[in-house]
């Protein structure tokens, strides 16, 4: 195949594998972050990056919102919401860090492949996204992958964050001019 096809291979993956998400799971996570005092996100790896786009976006719409891991992440407390991205959900710092916000009272949400895993055990709303991982061969309804493992699962990560992001645009009646007004303007 050439780079092209390569490219047209993953978005016909993804637009597959997004249809096999469900609607409902998205709207639980959406009612959390509204009804949360601040949003902690997190993920490992290349999940990560796709988390720390999520909380920026979240700090453009006014959430106070904090990637788990950088030194001005505030202590985590009751009312507050902790989102993780995690393919396998059995990470083991992820695993650990909701282990510490469910101690702490606080909400917990995951996008993931295996929602019975540990952090979708302990999670009060999980995504349920197709996909597979290094550590597990299973592949249910995922479609097959050109991709190396993971790939697609912190690809459709990323455009199932922005799909929230979208919605709760609607939802707190924000303008791109407003988002814009806190994005970063020392770089």
């Known amino acids: 195949m050439s780079y092209s096809e390569n490219l047209l291979a993953i978005i016909e993956e993804l637009a597959h594998d997004a249809k096999l ?16 005092n601040r949003i902690f996100v997190a993920g490992a790896g290349r999940s990560g990056f796709a988390a720390r786009g999520f909380a920026n976006r ?16 505030p202590s985590i407390q009751e009312g507050d919401l902790l989102i993780i991205g995690s393919g ?5 710092s992820l695993v650990a860090m909701a282990k510490k916000a469910v101690d702490q009272k606080a909400k917990l949400a995951t996008l993931t492949i295996f929602p019975s895993n540990t952090i979708g055990s302990l999670a009060n709303a999980s ?30 990560s990323w455009l199932i964050y922005d799909s929230i992001i979208i919605e709760l645009k609607k939802i707190t009646d924000q303008t791109d001019e407003q988002m814009f007004a806190r994005h970063a303007n020392m770089e």
């Open 21 to 36: 998400i469900k609607d409902e799971e998205l709207a639980k996570v959406s009612e959390l972050i509204q009804q949360t």
């Open 58 to 73: 979240l700090m453009h719409l006014g959430y106070s919102s904090y990637f788990v891991g950088e030194p001005t992440t």
């Open 88 to 92: 396998s959900g059995e990470t083991a």
């Open 127 to 156: 995504i349920k996204i197709p996909g597979v991982t290094a550590k597990v061969e299973e592949m249910g309804e995922k479609a097959a992958s050109i991709q190396p493992k993971g790939s697609s699962f912190e690809q459709l």
